[in-house]
């Protein structure tokens, strides 16, 4: 089968065992060296998207992505907003809900929680229905004055399902003989969640009706409208995509959740960046290998060029030799890093080192990252041939085959 001499001979170099050991050394420690640092940069890779992945479902699964208030809209020009709403592309579903903050006390303890107050067509929004782990979810939109709150708080506060709350609002009030008292109402515990998250420290729910009886709210003030989005990180593209909001007051999930994100995406961008310094340290080797290499073949080089090699078809056969190791370092790396990062949890159980009992890593391939990772490492390797490469090109045959 034919294949261009530069490949040929390329390959020949790249393969073959004898030679100078010491450059053989170097050259399989490159290869090591990209097959651990692509290796490590998969696995990293993997758990922190798996960490994102399950933020954004334990946490935004909670929150409205997107919020829509108004002080002077009707609720009737609420409802056909959300009908409009929800053609976009973007968007999952859309809700009108109600919120405010609130105090649970018991004899126990009294805890400060964000209080949500939802309507029907509100469950497939939150899907609270998953997090149930004790309870009636049902129960606390069909009835007045029932509570779905967390694990946390119920053992935090010392209440159980079935038990009463006093749930305070400190931003309403009644005016009585002895002044504004914040207003206040004993209600059920019907329903216990639980997300795994921060989101248990502070986030209870109820129905829309209850809480807006709570607040004092009169049933002409329009309750505020919640989005969820497909992907919660295309908010920027869903407000720009619609001219639905000109008139109203928008708030996303960055408000209130945004900072933790953040810190998310650089800690992985830093991890990412210090490990591809050992892929970098590896390419080097490459350089080192190949620079040796042409100095041992200077005179293999001239008699090639004799034969009727070209300078171009020289500094070819040096790039496709450096090129090997990175390919192959490379593949390796990569096939380690999927192996490793599918079995971290075994692995981590199996040199007992387990980080919480019952607790497992969570682990999501990001196909794109992971092939642009891949191809950048290829890449550093082949910019690593370029100037040992070019050296050998410029070989003189006259100057080297002089004395032989």
């Excluded at 929004?125 to 069909?142: E, H, P, T």
């Amino acid at each position: 089968m034919f294949q261009p001499v530069s490949l040929f001979i390329g390959l020949r170099y790249s393969r073959s065992s004898k030679g100078n050991a010491f450059i053989s050394f170097i050259s399989f420690f490159s290869i090591a060296g990209i097959a651990i640092g692509l290796m490590a940069l998969y696995t990293v890779s993997s758990i922190m998207n798996g960490f994102e992945d399950n933020l954004k479902s334990n946490m935004l699964g909670l929150i409205p992505h997107v919020e829509i208030a108004s002080t002077n809209k009707t609720q009737q020009q609420m409802k056909t907003l959300q009908h409009n709403v929800v053609s976009s592309a973007y968007v999952k579903h859309a809700s009108l809900y109600r919120h405010g903050e609130a105090i649970l006390q018991t004899n126990k303890d009294l805890h400060g929680v964000l209080l949500q107050g939802l309507y029907d067509d509100n469950a497939s929004l939150y899907k609270i229905s998953d997090k149930i782990v004790q309870g009636d979810w049902s129960k606390v939109l069909a009835s007045r004055y029932n509570i779905a709150v967390s694990r946390y708080l119920t053992r935090k506060l010392g209440i159980g399902l079935g038990d009463k709350v006093r749930l305070i609002m400190p931003g309403a009030s009644t005016y009585t003989p002895l002044g504004r008292v914040p207003s206040q109402r004993l209600f059920t515990i019907a329903a216990i969640y639980e997300t795994g998250s921060e989101i248990d420290m502070g986030l209870a729910f109820t129905s829309g009706e209850s809480l807006q009886r709570v607040l004092k709210q009169s049933s002409r003030v329009a309750p505020n409208l919640s989005i969820s989005l497909h992907d919660p990180f295309l908010v920027d593209d869903f407000t720009a995509s619609t001219n639905l909001f000109t008139d109203f007051d928008v708030t996303d999930w960055r408000q209130s959740q945004g900072t933790l994100f953040a810190a998310v995406a650089m800690e992985k961008r830093i991890m990412s960046i210090l490990l591809a310094l050992i892929v970098l340290v590896a390419v080097f080797n490459i350089v080192s290998a190949l620079t040796m290499m042409v100095s041992e073949k200077q005179s293999e080089v001239a008699i090639l060029q004799t034969l009727g090699l070209t300078p171009n078809q020289v500094q070819h056969v040096f790039m496709i030799q450096g090129l090997y190791n990175g390919v192959i370092g490379t593949s390796i790396g990569a096939a380690l890093g999927l192996l490793l990062s599918a079995n971290i949890n075994e692995v981590l159980s199996a040199i007992g080192l387990n980080v919480l009992t019952g607790i497992r890593l969570p682990v999501k391939f990001d196909v794109t990252s992971l092939v642009l990772i891949a191809l950048g490492s290829i890449a550093m390797s082949f910019l690593a041939t370029l100037y040992p490469a070019k050296k050998a090109a410029k070989v003189s045959p006259a100057e080297v085959l002089r004395y032989e």
